[in-house]
């Protein structure tokens, strides 16, 4: 795994804030980077972490509803 892709966040959402959720659900610290969208109307993520945070961050109910979470590969 390479990381995860999280989208359809609020667009003032920043990679700090991503940082901390993840750090709040799994206790390990990870590299977030802001990926540049098409769209103003939302923010999108890579969030660099192993297979095992990964299946952590997921979970569906730790997200803001409407959020797109998968995994992603460059």
């Given at each position: 795994i390479k990381g995860?892709?999280v989208?359809r966040?609020?667009p003032?959402?920043?990679?700090k804030?991503?940082?901390?959720?993840v750090?709040?659900?799994t206790?390990?610290?990870?590299?977030?980077k802001?990926?540049i969208?098409n769209y103003?109307?939302?923010?999108?993520?890579?969030?660099q972490c192993?297979?095992?945070?990964?299946s952590?961050l997921?979970?569906?109910d730790?997200?803001?509803?409407g959020?797109?979470?998968?995994?992603?590969?460059?």
């Open positions: 995860l892709f989208s966040l609020q003032r959402t920043n990679s804030s991503i940082e901390d959720l750090y709040i659900e206790g390990r610290k990870t590299h977030v802001r990926l969208s103003s109307s939302y923010a999108s993520f890579v969030i192993n297979q095992h945070i990964a952590e997921l979970k569906e730790i997200w803001p509803k959020s797109l979470i998968k995994f992603y590969e460059e």
